[in-house]
């Protein structure tokens, strides 16, 4: 185009045109939903490999899915000038322990904010490095309670969808076999809790679920929560983040990864934009 053979009126039209496309192209980016993931990656192989896996998928979907992702394993970062930055708050393997820390996150939720958090996240037993000394966080908002005991070896599950009409779970089938995972049981029966949806558990099928080699660490029955929302917030918890590690021959090789699984994919990505919406909890 030979803009400077054209009349004054038609550069002057050109030139709104031009700004009024900048300043909407800078309205999109702004318009962006924000997310911020929390981890410490440290003591346990399996986790390490669960949180550098996330944050690489999470990045990755990020661009494509028009949102901003950004992780840190500073915990410092949770306090509430930073959050404010956010709509979403990721917990990839833990939780904070300070207690500023604790009422910052609980005051984020409390006033509208948004969170997802993953397996290890929701992990606490008294006595350990991790004890269950943080009863709203615990029992109040994820409804869990204390851990009780796990499968293992980590192995894969046939889930049942328990609700097909929830946003996160709309696109998923009424059963679908998930990537390999460590599965936690709870001290709480999350049934009895009036404020807790359970979205997925682990179907029948599934039994007997690990392959020990200690008795305990095979399911054979029961009722196992996966995928849960407190209704009180907006938030949603998946037990999944745990990837396999050959701890048997010292190699710590990775012998699984988490987000390899296109239908478990589209729930962890389904509830994102869940989260990310404000018309309710």
């Given at each position: 185009m030979?803009i400077m053979?054209?009349?004054v009126?038609?550069?002057?039209?050109?030139f709104?045109?031009?700004?009024?496309?900048f300043?909407?192209?800078?309205q999109c980016?702004?318009?962006?939903?924000?997310?911020?993931?929390f981890y410490?990656?440290?003591?346990?192989?399996a986790?390490?490999?669960?949180?550098n896996?996330a944050?690489?998928w999470?990045?990755k979907m990020?661009?494509?899915?028009?949102?901003s992702?950004f992780?840190?394993?500073?915990?410092?970062?949770?306090?509430a000038?930073?959050?404010?930055n956010?709509?979403?708050?990721?917990f990839?393997?833990?939780?904070p322990?300070?207690?500023k820390?604790?009422?910052?996150?609980?005051?984020?939720m409390e006033?509208?904010?948004?969170f997802m958090?993953?397996?290890?996240?929701?992990f606490?037993?008294?006595?350990?490095?991790y004890?269950?000394?943080?009863?709203?966080y615990?029992n109040?908002?994820?409804?869990?309670?204390e851990?009780?005991?796990?499968?293992?070896?980590?192995?894969?599950?046939?889930?049942?969808?328990?609700?097909?009409?929830h946003?996160a779970m709309?696109?998923?089938p009424?059963?679908?076999?998930?990537?390999?995972?460590?599965w936690?049981?709870w001290k709480n029966?999350?049934?009895?809790?009036q404020?807790?949806h359970?979205?997925?558990?682990?179907?029948?099928?599934?039994?007997?679920?690990?392959?020990?080699?200690?008795?305990?660490?095979?399911w054979?029955?029961?009722y196992?929560?996966?995928v849960?929302?407190?209704?009180?917030?907006?938030?949603?918890?998946?037990?999944?983040?745990?990837?396999?590690i050959d701890?048997?021959?010292?190699?710590?090789?990775?012998?699984s990864f988490?987000f390899?699984?296109?239908?478990?994919?589209?729930?962890?990505?389904?509830?994102?934009?869940w989260?990310e919406?404000k018309?309710?909890?």
């Amino acid at each position: 185009m030979q803009i400077m053979n054209l009349p004054v009126r038609q550069i002057f039209f050109l030139f709104l045109l031009f700004c009024t496309g900048f300043s909407f192209q800078a309205q999109c980016n702004s318009s962006k939903f924000r997310v911020i993931a929390f981890y410490t990656a440290k003591n346990d192989q399996a986790h390490i490999s669960f949180v550098n896996e996330a944050n690489q998928w999470f990045s990755k979907m990020s661009a494509r899915h028009h949102f901003s992702y950004f992780a840190t394993s500073d915990w410092r970062k949770l306090n509430a000038d930073t959050l404010s930055n956010y709509q979403v708050v990721i917990f990839l393997d833990s939780r904070p322990d300070l207690p500023k820390q604790r009422k910052t996150f609980q005051n984020f939720m409390e006033n509208g904010g948004a969170f997802m958090g993953f397996h290890f996240s929701a992990f606490a037993l008294t006595p350990s490095e991790y004890p269950q000394n943080w009863d709203w966080y615990h029992n109040q908002f994820l409804g869990s309670g204390e851990y009780q005991s796990n499968t293992w070896r980590p192995t894969s599950a046939i889930l049942k969808v328990e609700d097909r009409n929830h946003p996160a779970m709309r696109h998923l089938p009424a059963k679908f076999k998930s990537q390999t995972n460590e599965w936690y049981r709870w001290k709480n029966d999350l049934r009895t809790n009036q404020d807790i949806h359970i979205l997925a558990s682990i179907d029948s099928s599934s039994f007997p679920l690990g392959n020990g080699p200690k008795s305990n660490e095979i399911w054979h029955s029961g009722y196992y929560p996966v995928v849960w929302t407190n209704t009180k917030y907006r938030m949603i918890y998946i037990n999944m983040g745990h990837n396999d590690i050959d701890y048997e021959h010292q190699t710590n090789k990775e012998l699984s990864f988490t987000f390899t699984n296109r239908t478990q994919n589209k729930l962890i990505l389904d509830a994102l934009k869940w989260l990310e919406r404000k018309e309710g909890k």
